[in-house]
C-alpha cells in the first residue's frame, strides 16, 4: 500500500506564489509518474502538471504553461508545484497522483491523495 501525503496548501492573494508537496511512502513499490490534478467547487478534476521519474518528462495543462512548474525529487519520492501569478480561478482542491509498479507483482497502480486547499482571494 502506497500513501500519499500532500502539505503547504493555504491562502493567497492574487498574482501571489504558493509551493505544494506530495510525498510518497510505503514499502515494495518503484513510482514511475507523479503530478498534480485539480478540482474546484461544482467542475470536474482536471490535469495540473504530471512528470515521469525516468526522465524527468513533463505534461501541463495548456492554461498553466509559464505559471505552474513541477518538480521532483525521486530519492525522496516526491512531487512540488511551484504556483506563480495565481488567479482566483484557481482556488480549488489540488490532489497529489502517482502511478507506482509492485515490485513483487510488477502491476501498475494508480493512488490519490487526501487532497490540499488552495484559496486565491483577497
Known amino acids: 500500500q502506497v500513501q500519499l501525503v500532500e502539505s503547504g496548501g493555504g491562502l493567497v492573494q492574487p498574482g501571489g506564489s504558493l509551493r505544494i508537496s506530495c510525498a510518497a511512502s510505503g514499502r515494495g513499490f518503484r513510482v514511475t509518474a507523479m503530478g498534480w490534478y485539480r478540482q474546484a467547487p461544482g467542475k470536474e478534476r482536471e490535469l495540473v502538471a504530471t512528470?515521469?521519474?525516468?526522465?524527468?518528462?513533463?505534461r501541463y495543462a495548456d492554461s498553466l504553461k509559464g505559471r505552474f512548474t513541477i518538480s521532483r525529487d525521486n530519492a525522496k519520492n516526491t512531487v512540488d508545484l511551484q504556483m506563480n501569478s495565481l488567479k482566483p480561478e484557481d482556488t480549488a482542491v489540488y490532489y497529489c497522483?502517482?502511478?507506482?509498479?509492485?515490485?513483487?507483482?510488477?502491476?501498475?497502480?494508480?493512488?490519490w491523495g487526501q487532497g490540499t486547499q488552495v484559496t486565491v482571494s483577497s
Open positions: 512528470v515521469f521519474t525516468s526522465d524527468g518528462t513533463t
Open positions: 497522483w502517482a502511478v507506482v509498479v509492485e515490485l513483487t507483482t510488477f502491476v501498475n497502480r494508480n493512488y
